[in-house]
């Protein structure tokens, strides 16, 4: 809720600790502190708890307590004299990232969102092929049959069956009626009770069969000679039967999170999972339903591919966009020693800290941020939907949310900050200077 | 033959664009000018001749000496002459490039002849991933030409290979022949796992049973082939390894990937 | 600051001139009258010969919302291809069928537009829709909010809703989209298509509701006529680039029942089956139809020859048509109950029969439809192609002989399947005037712009003259956008910020209630965070509201 006065009890609000972006949160604050929570999750509640336990605003210069006008200064500095800026992390609302570019693009930085990896496994599809997909209040409503791929999708997104899988009441499909299917690491682990209560089919998997599994189910949908017997156990029987399923729903959905799917190559099962889903509205209906959004990689990405044409893993050195997933990959920049600054941004987890790094690390940063070596610069940031209103997006893409303030307590948000490094920037000079560092 | 040489003066912490110089980019030009091409090294344009101590014509030929990994697109675009790199080459070597000889001495990052459409890729060490792979979006990869690796190539060779030919001396990673398209790969060594993943058509051949190859693949048996012989010729116009034609017998045929409608083909000896 | 302009041809068709010399004064934001003898003129730009209108508008191009970011995505090789380099003034960004917002915002100003609208603005995401048409530089911008396939409307529909409902459901959209006028896309159709229907004609029964896309234009309509909004309903219409598709073209225009309605990209609506091929040209009869209602008004979407990329809520006709993208890749999005999208990249080649015959097919209807009040000037970027292909389409009507030239280098079947040759007309500045700027802000209810009328804001586009037109239209000499100087000589001089144009037409709101309820149960946002307040566009979204009020006296 994009509120205009601090309340003490909000309602509908938006809560961005994962992708669900549930916005059905009620919070009660009594002077700043958090007293009660409804229908948050156990990640909403760390996400508010963390956000209301850490209120220490002093600006870190290598450790020692500074000024906000100092930090803000020497991070000036530091970015006035780098030749090849990383920004990464990337954590932050709409305005947070609309910043950021303004600065990457004087700077001529690279950019990179802490969960590219993730975030990339989806985008080489889009980029390759292009998708069909679906959002939540469509499966709601309509979903009869749903493939979830994968694992963990209770633990990333606790509250998916509520709000999306198996809601009180669906408009075409009654959700009692629904089947479910998890096809996934399932050998010897526990189905969440929340999936159980749902009587699903399990497909019994390790993640490295994924691969040949979604191979096999293509084509045993499109109806091609393969030789199920080349699977172990009665996988290949199963995924018959899953075929069989998916051709006779009448819409269909597949899930997956593409930060679960973390092996080398990844992208082609995906890809073969949003083939499936395209291949099946031949006949019927059937759409892709990625699950993402956390530490806000969508908002990110959406703001980013807008104003610059391109995703993350963008440089901006040469004065234009250059868009490369192999080599602006923020973990190997780093490795490598190609940046000589990292500006780190990380506003909504008190977790998410830089890496380490031989390059100078600013830190705009939520509060309460414990690191290993102090970085050249820490910059505690207020917390998107805590201390400054912002938007959000949702696994789904498709849905920007308004996220409210609960609290004012002098925390700058990451845009005011970044803002502020950026008007204190000498322009451009048009030369290079003399004695180059680089 | 003239030839130029470029020697870079010392590492390179940031990443370098080398596409502007190709026999037919740099014909005519003195070295003092060719001194004064700009080149941007993070977010700064320097002086070509601040990075390269440069010495002789432009002409046919290009000497590249260089100790880093990180000059990017050595031949990208080429269209004649030869250029040869002493030491190793970073990404996206001969990127595009539709003639002329590109001569490696070292290894290479990833990408290497990506989205190449005609002439020599020769690569003595190993190459990174992506070998003869696409540019991102677009639907195709390697085009045209010839890559010769004599070393190791890294996951992904092939990836999304329409037309040429590329053979492999050493070993492949995983996921080789990805998506491909059509041409001819040839690995003398071993290919990784879910070889031909994803694969339309296309011929992979390799002396070794790959370590594995995708579920929606089936054995076509042994197969006599008549094309061997031919292509046999043409590898050892490039390469004398032909461990393929010493053996007299028919190779394993698979077929796949029928995942995605594929007639793309694996030959191996097992 | 009091600018005079002096000296130039003034083409005002609001204000009946045509291309007399005067004089024209800037004083902040507006076009004043002349100022009294003590008062000073600080500037003064001398225009003898040049040509003078008011800022162009274009009323239906793809500049903002999700779909817009699916198409960048997916085409990484048109921002490859299409640089744009920061300098000292600009940022940078690129493309060219999907343009980054600032490439996008730029161009259009370089071009001497200075208000655009998204047609396409799904309630859902109104705020992406905003948000990058307020990082699009310079120019204003506004939305029509989409209906029509929305489960809530259609139940109310099939409920028998009284049209008070749907008037009160109507004027709440617009507020809480922040919109200024109400789109259709295939009535029902793309609703339908969820329900595995792949076609609906304008009198077929929804599989679900039983109802058909001619009662919902007619409710829509009526709606927006009770309302007292300016903008006639934005229709899309069913069975777009099916041949034969001109009947239910005629079909959705009589569905008003007399009522003001738009069509839009009429162009893809105008076939017929004749031939061989059985594609061919029915714009005449399109053309007769709209020269005898003066109750509809078009839009023609006219193609280009060239690579594009199709962006589309008509997720039934895109997902139809994806065996045809070039290149081969595509994607199609089924949206939260309320819509849906399709983005498939196109590329349109003269020499192929069907993609000429497009092409002639949108200049036989410029060249058909008599009233220039009542037809605008577009390419629905980027479907038809992208927005800087106007200059280039000024010229083909502007130019008969330009125009036979490129005729005789289409695909010659095409040519003869056309009477595009025959066709002598050739629009007049004054009427390119008409079309690019009086008509679109009348018929947006835009009372301040698309005139040069002192009050009317400073949005003001001065031409060298030429010969070619489409060098005269592409490159400006000045473009002032409430009165700020904004682009000399084609380029930037001055990136400025615009505003969002909206309409506020009043409702009850016990409407909040049904919606509520319904959010409640089906939904999966709360209502509470759907709305947009004035305050989040202004400090969230970051560009601030410009009301436009609703027309006077409601019926």
Same mark, same amino acid.
Request: charged share 20%.
């Given at each position: 809720?994009?509120?205009?006065?601090?309340?003490?009890?909000?309602?509908?609000?938006?809560?961005?600790?994962?992708?669900?972006?549930?916005?059905?949160?009620?919070?009660?604050?009594?002077?700043?502190?958090?007293?009660?929570?409804?229908?948050?999750?156990?990640?909403?509640?760390?996400?508010?708890?963390?956000?209301?336990?850490?209120?220490?605003?002093?600006?870190?210069?290598?450790?020692?307590?500074?000024?906000?006008?100092?930090?803000?200064?020497?991070?000036?500095?530091?970015?006035?004299?780098?030749?090849?800026?990383?920004?990464?992390?990337?954590?932050?609302?709409?305005?947070?990232?609309?910043?950021?570019?303004?600065?990457?693009?004087?700077?001529?930085?690279?950019?990179?969102?802490?969960?590219?990896?993730?975030?990339?496994?989806?985008?080489?599809?889009?980029?390759?092929?292009?998708?069909?997909?679906?959002?939540?209040?469509?499966?709601?409503?309509?979903?009869?049959?749903?493939?979830?791929?994968?694992?963990?999708?209770?633990?990333?997104?606790?509250?998916?069956?509520?709000?999306?899988?198996?809601?009180?009441?669906?408009?075409?499909?009654?959700?009692?009626?629904?089947?479910?299917?998890?096809?996934?690491?399932?050998?010897?682990?526990?189905?969440?009770?929340?999936?159980?209560?749902?009587?699903?089919?399990?497909?019994?998997?390790?993640?490295?069969?994924?691969?040949?599994?979604?191979?096999?189910?293509?084509?045993?949908?499109?109806?091609?000679?393969?030789?199920?017997?080349?699977?172990?156990?009665?996988?290949?029987?199963?995924?018959?039967?899953?075929?069989?399923?998916?051709?006779?729903?009448?819409?269909?959905?597949?899930?997956?999170?593409?930060?679960?799917?973390?092996?080398?190559?990844?992208?082609?099962?995906?890809?073969?999972?949003?083939?499936?889903?395209?291949?099946?509205?031949?006949?019927?209906?059937?759409?892709?339903?990625?699950?993402?959004?956390?530490?806000?990689?969508?908002?990110?990405?959406?703001?980013?591919?807008?104003?610059?044409?391109?995703?993350?893993?963008?440089?901006?050195?040469?004065?234009?966009?250059?868009?490369?997933?192999?080599?602006?990959?923020?973990?190997?920049?780093?490795?490598?020693?190609?940046?000589?600054?990292?500006?780190?941004?990380?506003?909504?987890?008190?977790?998410?800290?830089?890496?380490?790094?031989?390059?100078?690390?600013?830190?705009?940063?939520?509060?309460?941020?414990?690191?290993?070596?102090?970085?050249?610069?820490?910059?505690?940031?207020?917390?998107?939907?805590?201390?400054?209103?912002?938007?959000?997006?949702?696994?789904?893409?498709?849905?920007?949310?308004?996220?409210?303030?609960?609290?004012?307590?002098?925390?700058?948000?990451?845009?005011?900050?970044?803002?502020?490094?950026?008007?204190?920037?000498?322009?451009?000079?048009?030369?290079?200077?003399?004695?180059?560092?680089? | 033959?003239?030839?130029?040489?470029?020697?870079?003066?010392?590492?390179?912490?940031?990443?370098?664009?080398?596409?502007?110089?190709?026999?037919?980019?740099?014909?005519?030009?003195?070295?003092?000018?060719?001194?004064?091409?700009?080149?941007?090294?993070?977010?700064?344009?320097?002086?070509?001749?601040?990075?390269?101590?440069?010495?002789?014509?432009?002409?046919?030929?290009?000497?590249?000496?260089?100790?880093?990994?990180?000059?990017? =697109?050595? +031949?990208?675009? *080429?269209?004649? /002459?030869? %250029?040869? #790199? !002493? $030491? &190793?080459? @970073?990404?996206?070597?001969?990127?595009?490039?539709?003639?002329?000889?590109?001569?490696?001495?070292?290894?290479?990052?990833?990408?290497?002849?990506?989205?190449?459409?005609?002439?020599?890729?020769?690569?003595?060490?190993?190459?990174?991933?992506?070998?003869?792979?696409?540019?991102?979006?677009?639907?195709?990869?390697?085009?045209?030409?010839?890559?010769?690796?004599?070393?190791?190539?890294?996951? =992904?060779? +092939?990836?999304? *290979?329409?037309? /040429?030919? %590329?053979? #492999? !001396? $050493? &070993?492949? @990673?995983?996921?080789?022949?990805?998506?491909?398209?059509?041409?001819?790969?040839?690995?003398?060594?071993?290919?990784?796992?879910?070889?031909?993943?994803?694969?339309?058509?296309?011929?992979?051949?390799?002396?070794?049973?790959?370590?594995?190859?995708?579920?929606?693949?089936?054995?076509?048996?042994?197969?006599?082939?008549?094309?061997?012989?031919?292509?046999?010729?043409?590898?050892?116009?490039?390469?004398?390894?032909?461990?393929?034609?010493?053996?007299?017998?028919?190779?394993?045929?698979?077929? @796949?990937?029928?995942?995605?409608?594929?007639?793309?083909?694996?030959?191996?000896?097992? | 600051?009091?600018?005079?302009?002096?000296?130039?041809?003034?083409?005002?068709?609001?204000?009946?001139?045509?291309?007399?010399?005067?004089?024209?004064?800037?004083?902040?934001?507006?076009?004043?009258?002349?100022?009294?003898?003590?008062?000073?003129?600080?500037?003064?730009?001398?225009?003898?010969?040049?040509?003078?209108?008011?800022?162009?508008?274009?009323?239906?191009?793809?500049?903002?919302?999700?779909?817009?970011?699916?198409?960048?995505?997916?085409?990484?090789?048109?921002?490859?291809?299409?640089?744009?380099?920061?300098?000292?003034?600009?940022?940078?960004?690129?493309?060219?069928?999907?343009?980054?917002?600032?490439?996008?915002?730029?161009?259009?100003?370089?071009?001497?537009?200075?208000?655009?609208?998204?047609?396409?603005?799904?309630?859902?995401?109104?705020?992406?829709?905003?948000?990058?048409?307020?990082?699009?530089?310079?120019?204003?911008?506004?939305?029509?909010?989409?209906?029509?396939?929305?489960?809530?409307?259609?139940?109310?529909?099939?409920?028998?809703?009284?049209?008070?409902?749907?008037?009160?459901?109507?004027?709440?959209?617009?507020?809480?989209?922040?919109?200024?006028?109400?789109?259709?896309?295939?009535?029902?159709?793309?609703?339908?298509?969820?329900?595995?229907?792949?076609?609906?004609?304008?009198?077929?029964?929804?599989?679900?509701?039983?109802?058909?896309?001619?009662?919902?234009?007619?409710?829509?309509?009526?709606?927006?006529?009770?309302?007292?909004?300016?903008?006639?309903?934005?229709?899309?219409?069913?069975?777009?680039?099916?041949?034969?598709?001109?009947?239910?073209?005629?079909?959705?225009?009589?569905?008003?029942?007399?009522?003001?309605?738009?069509?839009?990209?009429?162009?893809?609506?105008?076939?017929?089956?004749?031939?061989?091929?059985?594609?061919?040209?029915?714009?005449?009869?399109?053309?007769?139809?709209?020269?005898?209602?003066?109750?509809?008004?078009?839009?023609?979407?006219?193609?280009?020859?060239?690579?594009?990329?199709?962006?589309?809520?008509?997720?039934?006709?895109?997902?139809?048509?994806?065996?045809?993208?070039?290149?081969?890749?595509?994607?199609?999005?089924?949206?939260?109950?309320?819509?849906?999208?399709?983005?498939?990249?196109?590329?349109?080649?003269?020499?192929?029969?069907?993609?000429?015959?497009?092409?002639?097919?949108?200049?036989?209807?410029?060249?058909?439809?008599?009233?220039?009040?009542?037809?605008?000037?577009?390419?629905?970027?980027?479907?038809?192609?992208?927005?800087?292909?106007?200059?280039?389409?000024?010229?083909?009507?502007?130019?008969?002989?330009?125009?036979?030239?490129?005729?005789?280098?289409?695909?010659?079947?095409?040519?003869?399947?056309?009477?595009?040759?025959?066709?002598?007309?050739?629009?007049?500045?004054?009427?390119?005037?008409?079309?690019?700027?009086?008509?679109?802000?009348?018929?947006?209810?835009?009372?301040?712009?698309?005139?040069?009328?002192?009050?009317?804001?400073?949005?003001?586009?001065?031409?060298?003259?030429?010969?070619?037109?489409?060098?005269?239209?592409?490159?400006?000499?000045?473009?002032?956008?409430?009165?700020?100087?904004?682009?000399?000589?084609?380029?930037?001089?001055?990136?400025?910020?615009?505003?969002?144009?909206?309409?506020?037409?009043?409702?009850?709101?016990?409407?909040?209630?049904?919606?509520?309820?319904?959010?409640?149960?089906?939904?999966?946002?709360?209502?509470?965070?759907?709305?947009?307040?004035?305050?989040?566009?202004?400090?969230?979204?970051?560009?601030?509201?410009?009301?436009?009020?609703?027309?006077?006296?409601?019926?």
């Amino acid at each position: 809720m994009w509120n205009n006065k601090i309340d003490q009890t909000t309602n509908a609000v938006t809560c961005p600790g994962c992708g669900l972006s549930c916005d059905d949160l009620k919070i009660v604050t009594s002077n700043g502190r958090l007293t009660s929570m409804h229908n948050g999750c156990v990640r909403a509640h760390r996400f508010y708890d963390t956000a209301f336990s850490n209120i220490d605003r002093t600006p870190m210069i290598d450790g020692t307590p500074s000024s906000l006008d100092e930090a803000i200064e020497r991070g000036a500095e530091l970015l006035q004299k780098s030749c090849s800026p990383l920004f990464a992390g990337l954590a932050t609302d709409v305005n947070g990232m609309r910043s950021i570019l303004g600065l990457a693009d004087r700077c001529g930085a690279t950019l990179d969102h802490m969960n590219g990896d993730a975030l990339l496994r989806n985008l080489r599809v889009v980029q390759d092929n292009g998708w069909f997909t679906t959002t939540f209040t469509e499966v709601r409503n309509r979903a009869d049959l749903i493939l979830i791929v994968g694992g963990q999708c209770i633990e990333r997104f606790p509250r998916l069956v509520e709000r999306v899988l198996h809601p009180a009441e669906g408009l075409f499909s009654k959700p009692d009626d629904r089947k479910l299917v998890l096809l996934g690491p399932w050998i010897g682990g526990r189905v969440p009770d929340l999936l159980e209560h749902l009587n699903p089919t399990l497909i019994p998997l390790e993640l490295e069969a994924l691969s040949d599994a979604v191979a096999m189910l293509r084509a045993l949908i499109a109806g091609r000679p393969v030789n199920t017997g080349r699977l172990d156990g009665n996988l290949g029987d199963a995924l018959s039967d899953l075929a069989d399923a998916l051709k006779a729903a009448r819409y269909s959905v597949i899930c997956w999170s593409a930060a679960e799917l973390d092996l080398p190559h990844s992208e082609l099962t995906i890809l073969g999972l949003a083939e499936l889903a395209k291949a099946l509205n031949n006949e019927s209906r059937s759409a892709a339903l990625p699950l993402a959004g956390t530490q806000g990689d969508i908002t990110c990405n959406q703001v980013s591919t807008w104003q610059l044409g391109y995703p993350v893993r963008t440089r901006l050195q040469r004065g234009y966009p250059e868009h490369d997933p192999l080599l602006n990959r923020w973990q190997d920049l780093i490795e490598r020693g190609e940046n000589d600054l990292l500006l780190w941004v990380a506003s909504l987890s008190s977790e998410t800290i830089p890496p380490s790094c031989d390059a100078p690390t600013i830190v705009l940063g939520h509060p309460g941020m414990v690191f290993n070596a102090p970085p050249a610069l820490y910059i505690p940031v207020g917390v998107p939907g805590v201390d400054h209103q912002g938007h959000w997006y949702r696994s789904d893409s498709v849905c920007s949310l308004p996220l409210g303030k609960l609290r004012e307590i002098g925390l700058p948000s990451v845009s005011h900050l970044i803002n502020r490094l950026h008007e204190r920037l000498q322009p451009a000079a048009s030369e290079p200077a003399g004695d180059d560092p680089c | 033959m003239s030839t130029l040489s470029m020697r870079l003066r010392s590492p390179l912490s940031q990443r370098i664009d080398m596409s502007p110089f190709t026999p037919r980019r740099l014909a005519g030009r003195q070295g003092s000018e060719i001194a004064r091409i700009p080149i941007w090294l993070g977010n700064r344009q320097l002086e070509c001749g601040e990075l390269f101590e440069i010495d002789g014509v432009a002409g046919e030929e290009i000497i590249i000496q260089s100790e880093s990994d990180r000059l990017d =697109r050595i +031949g990208a675009g *080429m269209d004649g /002459g030869i %250029i040869r #790199i !002493e $030491g &190793d080459a @970073g990404a996206y070597l001969g990127r595009g490039m539709r003639g002329g000889s590109l001569l490696l001495n070292g290894n290479a990052g990833s990408a290497a002849g990506c989205a190449m459409r005609g002439g020599l890729l020769r690569i003595e060490g190993n190459a990174g991933d992506f070998l003869g792979g696409a540019i991102t979006g677009e639907r195709q990869g390697m085009r045209g030409g010839t890559i010769l690796l004599k070393g190791n190539a890294g996951d =992904r060779a +092939g990836d999304l *290979m329409r037309r /040429g030919m %590329i053979l #492999i !001396e $050493g &070993d492949c @990673g995983d996921y080789c022949a990805s998506r491909m398209i059509a041409g001819t790969l040839f690995v003398n060594g071993q290919t990784g796992s879910q070889t031909g993943y994803a694969m339309r058509r296309g011929t992979l051949i390799t002396t070794r049973v790959p370590a594995s190859m995708p579920a929606s693949f089936n054995d076509n048996g042994l197969q006599h082939l008549n094309f061997l012989t031919l292509l046999g010729e043409e590898i050892q116009r490039h390469t004398n390894f032909s461990r393929i034609m010493d053996r007299a017998r028919p190779p394993r045929r698979w077929l @796949g990937d029928l995942s995605c409608d594929g007639k793309g083909e694996i030959l191996f000896w097992d | 600051m009091l600018i005079k302009l002096e000296g130039g041809r003034i083409y005002d068709p609001a204000n009946n001139i045509d291309g007399e010399a005067g004089d024209l004064y800037i004083r902040d934001n507006a076009i004043v009258a002349a100022p009294g003898e003590n008062e000073t003129v600080h500037r003064t730009y001398a225009l003898a010969g040049k040509i003078v209108m008011a800022g162009a508008i274009d009323l239906h191009t793809h500049i903002g919302g999700g779909k817009v970011n699916i198409a960048r995505t997916m085409l990484p090789e048109d921002q490859r291809d299409h640089v744009m380099a920061k300098s000292d003034l600009t940022r940078s960004g690129g493309g060219h069928a999907a343009p980054s917002t600032l490439a996008a915002g730029y161009r259009y100003a370089e071009m001497g537009y200075t208000s655009c609208f998204e047609p396409a603005v799904l309630p859902s995401n109104a705020r992406q829709a905003h948000m990058e048409m307020a990082d699009t530089p310079i120019i204003d911008t506004g939305g029509y909010a989409m209906l029509g396939n929305d489960d809530l409307l259609l139940q109310l529909i099939a409920d028998g809703a009284e049209q008070q409902t749907i008037n009160d459901y109507v004027a709440w959209t617009l507020q809480a989209t922040q919109c200024i006028g109400i789109k259709v896309v295939n009535p029902g159709g793309i609703n339908a298509f969820k329900f595995n229907q792949r076609a609906l004609d304008v009198d077929d029964a929804h599989p679900h509701y039983r109802i058909t896309p001619r009662e919902i234009v007619a409710k829509l309509s009526r709606a927006l006529h009770e309302l007292a909004v300016p903008h006639p309903l934005h229709v899309h219409a069913s069975n777009l680039g099916v041949p034969g598709n001109y009947l239910s073209t005629l079909a959705t225009m009589e569905a008003a029942g007399g009522l003001p309605i738009h069509l839009t990209h009429i162009q893809f609506h105008s076939y017929g089956t004749e031939g061989e091929r059985k594609f061919s040209s029915s714009a005449a009869q399109i053309a007769e139809a709209v020269n005898n209602h003066t109750n509809v008004s078009i839009d023609v979407g006219q193609i280009m020859f060239g690579q594009t990329v199709t962006v589309s809520g008509d997720t039934m006709a895109q997902h139809a048509n994806h065996n045809h993208a070039h290149p081969r890749k595509w994607t199609c999005m089924d949206i939260e109950c309320e819509a849906g999208c399709g983005v498939v990249p196109f590329r349109y080649r003269d020499k192929n029969f069907v993609n000429a015959l497009q092409w002639a097919i949108g200049l036989e209807l410029f060249l058909m439809v008599d009233d220039p009040w009542r037809v605008f000037l577009t390419t629905d970027h980027p479907n038809g192609a992208p927005f800087t292909s106007y200059p280039h389409l000024i010229r083909l009507l502007m130019d008969r002989s330009f125009r036979n030239d490129l005729l005789g280098e289409i695909n010659p079947d095409a040519a003869s399947a056309s009477h595009l040759g025959s066709l002598q007309r050739e629009y007049s500045l004054y009427e390119i005037a008409i079309m690019t700027r009086a008509a679109p802000a009348r018929i947006l209810g835009l009372t301040d712009r698309g005139h040069l009328a002192p009050g009317a804001l400073a949005d003001i586009t001065v031409y060298h003259q030429h010969e070619d037109p489409e060098q005269m239209f592409a490159k400006p000499m000045l473009v002032f956008k409430a009165g700020d100087l904004v682009v000399e000589e084609g380029r930037i001089s001055k990136p400025v910020k615009g505003t969002t144009q909206v309409v506020r037409p009043e409702y009850d709101p016990a409407i909040e209630k049904e919606i509520g309820r319904w959010f409640e149960r089906y939904h999966s946002i709360s209502l509470q965070n759907f709305g947009i307040s004035d305050d989040e566009m202004a400090e969230g979204i970051g560009s601030r509201v410009t009301v436009h009020p609703c027309r006077e006296g409601r019926p």
